[in-house]
């Protein structure tokens, strides 16, 4: 009934074998089975008791009483429990490190790590000879090992640590450097979570980077990754100094976890700089009065990245017919002026800067041309006014000495 899924039926049927042999030792057995599968937890507790009492050396009637203790999140009956069995069975090694060694793993759960240690100790202190220690430690090795799986990594390291110190070999020395290296991880994103100078966005990349070993299915995490890039390229267009501000935070402050996709991060933090440098220079633009209306206005064609093509094209005739209305020496300094003080509006679109440089580059130096005519016009006149003054002086002074 139990492999054909009928709990009820067959908790039933347990029922009446247990009324009939209350004493009977199987019996007890299968029916808190049952109703730990249901997860009544309450109903089976009492049937294991009574199991373990009839046949105390039975390690899964142990196993089973304290997995009951832990799914209910019932830590202190558990630690009485297997306190008394170590009390009890001082005299047999190994039920006495059966005992602790589940009582290692309700301190685990609970995170005790000092207690962990304290439990270690008094099965050490147990030990006769070198197969003691070699059989504790691979016992405990085989803790730290799903504790790892688990994700418990500072039980792991701890657990695998204390195995190290009793058996060095590839297999323990790995699951150390393997559970270090996690602990490590955890607990430098655990400081990156708490860092409110970082926004959610950039937390969650650094996130799906760090734990991509949590991910089975690989094409699902790129799907993550790749909808995280984009949040954040559009966060870096709308707000490309708070995204900045988070980069530099990251570099600085949580410099391990930076390095551990350094170049990805670090195309987010230049793309970041770029737009918010484009930004600040479009704020300066936007005071400046050497910069005539057409230029101006091409700039701020060439920053709304929300225009259809059609669009830019309908605009960009508007901005080129008005520039022709525009002084050609005007339009041709405030390209000038943009290709040498604002270098980053300028790479936004170089080719379209300079073909409006070199189509008004003509003009401005025929102006210059009539400009320099008119001053040689202007010179010679002065020269001649000047030559007839100096004669009509020299005449009144020549009349004057006549007279004399």
Same mark, same amino acid.
């Given at each position: 009934m139990y492999y054909d899924n009928k709990i009820d039926e067959a908790i039933k049927y347990a029922t009446e074998l247990v009324d009939m042999c209350p004493r009977q030792y199987e019996y007890c057995k299968y029916i808190a089975t049952l109703y730990m599968n249901k997860e009544e937890y309450t109903k089976a507790e009492p049937y294991l008791i009574s199991a373990n009492e009839m046949k105390p050396q039975d390690e899964t009637v142990i196993e089973y009483l304290i997995d009951l203790y832990l799914y209910s999140g019932d830590y202190k009956k558990a630690i009485v429990f297997l306190q008394n069995g170590i009390d009890n069975y001082t005299e047999n090694k190994h039920m006495k490190s059966i005992y602790c060694e589940?009582?290692?793993?309700?301190? #685990?759960?609970q995170g005790e790590i000092d207690a962990i240690n304290q439990v270690i100790d008094r099965i050490e202190n147990n030990l006769v000879? &070198? $197969? $003691? /220690?070699?059989?504790?430690?691979?016992?405990?090795? /085989?803790?730290?090992?799903?504790?790892?799986k688990m994700e418990l990594y500072k039980a792991a390291v701890l657990i695998a640590a204390r195995s190290k110190r009793l058996l060095e070999n590839r297999q323990i020395n790995e699951l150390y450097r393997k559970a270090e290296h996690r602990l490590n991880i955890h607990d430098l994103y655990n400081s990156l979570e708490k860092d409110s100078r970082i926004l959610d966005q950039v937390k969650s990349l650094v996130n799906y980077y760090v734990f991509s070993y949590k991910y089975e299915n690989q094409d699902e995490l790129?799907? !993550?990754?790749?909808?995280?890039?984009? /949040? =954040? &390229?559009?966060?870096?267009?709308?707000?490309? &100094?708070?995204?900045l501000r988070s980069? !530099?935070?990251?570099?600085?402050?949580?410099? /391990? !976890?930076f390095n551990?996709? *350094?170049? %990805?991060?670090? $195309? #987010?933090?230049?793309?970041a700089e770029d737009i918010n440098k484009l930004q600040e220079e479009y704020t300066t633009m936007d005071t400046d009065v050497k910069i005539c209306l057409g230029v101006y206005k091409l700039v701020g064609l060439l920053m709304d990245d929300d225009l259809t093509d059609e669009q830019y094209n309908i605009s960009y005739e508007k901005i080129k017919k008005e520039l022709d209305s525009e002084r050609p020496q005007q339009v041709y300094?405030?390209?000038? %002026? =943009?290709?040498? %003080?604002? +270098? *980053? =509006?300028?790479?936004?679109n170089p080719e379209i800067i300079d073909e409006i440089e070199e189509k008004f580059k003509p003009l401005e130096k025929e102006v210059k041309k009539n400009k320099n005519s008119f001053d040689e016009?202007? *010179? +010679?006149? !002065?020269?001649c006014i000047s030559l007839f003054m100096i004669i009509l002086v020299l005449y009144i002074i020549f009349s004057i000495f006549t007279k004399l």
């Open positions: 589940n009582l290692i793993k309700v301190y #685990i759960s000879d &070198e $197969d $003691d /220690e070699k059989e504790l430690a691979n016992k405990l090795y /085989e803790i730290a090992r799903d504790s790892y790129t799907r !993550l990754i790749n909808e995280k890039n984009r /949040e =954040i &390229e559009i966060l870096i267009e709308k707000s490309s &100094e708070q995204v980069m !530099l935070v990251l570099k600085k402050y949580h410099s /391990e !976890l551990y996709k *350094k170049s %990805r991060y670090e $195309d #987010i933090l230049k793309r300094s405030s390209v000038q %002026r =943009i290709k040498n %003080r604002y +270098f *980053k =509006i300028y790479d936004l016009d202007r *010179k +010679f006149g !002065l020269g």
